[in-house]
């Protein structure tokens, strides 16, 4: 018995015993950061709402060019013409270059204090260029003047159509109703519509109305005494 005990521990004996480095998980390194603790869903979407924010900053800053069209751009110039048979009516021709970067029509242009729109035209390119010079003709009636500076009046009446920054003409015929009634720097205003539909209202500069300054010029020094609309306004 005492054999079989040595024998057993002599067997036993000290062993070596060897490890193994444990292997590296799979997959990527743990995210210790706040994000890595959302769900892949949860993140996507905060991608995607980042992206959008992103999107509709830029619709906002290009809005104006999109949605909001102009046809006076700031630059430009007019002319008054004066009409007495029939009358007393005033046209008012306006030069500029549209805001646009879409087509868009113009629909109306409104009423001021003491005069109401009769009429109104709008030509584009050569057309508003040709108007433009027509300045200097001013025949005793406004079909006649029309017919002076506008290839095809009944095609340009108002509503029309307009390209995408193109130089145009609008001349707007008023009849005035009331000389007392009119005020300085009156800005009238046009009714548009977007390349989507929708109506918008664009204040014109205040040479686009009739200005009573100018109808009563014969009571000043040196005023051209073919304008006399408003005499001793």
């Known amino acids: 018995m005492p054999l079989s005990i040595g024998f057993l ?6 062993m ?16 210790d950061t706040l994000e890595g603790l959302l769900p892949p ?8 709402v980042a992206v959008l924010a992103v999107l509709l900053l830029l619709v906002a ?13 700031g ?20 030069v500029t270059d549209t805001e646009s970067w879409l087509p868009f029509t113009v629909q109306e242009v409104g009423d001021v204090p003491g005069a ?15 108007a433009e010079r ?31 920054g193109a130089p145009v003409a609008l001349l707007v015929l008023w009849e005035i109703e009331d000389c ?16 989507i539909g929708a109506t918008t209202n664009d204040t014109l500069p205040s040479f686009a109305a009739p200005d009573p300054g100018l109808l009563a010029a014969p009571q000043a020094p040196n005023a051209d005494a073919d304008i006399d609309v408003c005499p001793g306004g």
Do not use: K
């Open 116 to 130: 109401r729109v009769v009429d109104a035209w709008l030509v584009t390119g050569a057309e508003a260029r040709a």
């Open 75 to 94: 630059n430009g110039g007019g002319a008054l013409t004066t009409f007495t048979n029939p009358g007393p009516q005033v046209l008012t021709t306006t």
């Open 16 to 31: 070596n015993l060897t490890t193994r480095p444990a292997s590296p998980p799979s997959g990527p390194p743990p995210d």
């Open 134 to 164: 027509g300045f200097g003709v001013t025949p005793a009636t406004v079909e006649d003047y029309l017919a002076e500076v506008l290839q095809a009046p009944q095609e340009a009446r108002l509503p029309r159509r307009v390209p995408s």
């Open 9 to 14: 521990a002599q067997y036993v004996g000290p």
């Open 41 to 48: 869903r949860r993140r996507r979407t905060g991608a995607a």
């Open 180 to 195: 007392g009634a009119l005020e300085q720097n009156a800005e009238p205003v046009a009714t548009l519509r977007n390349a």
């Open 61 to 73: 800053w290009l809005s104006p060019q999109l949605l909001r069209p102009s046809i006076w751009s």
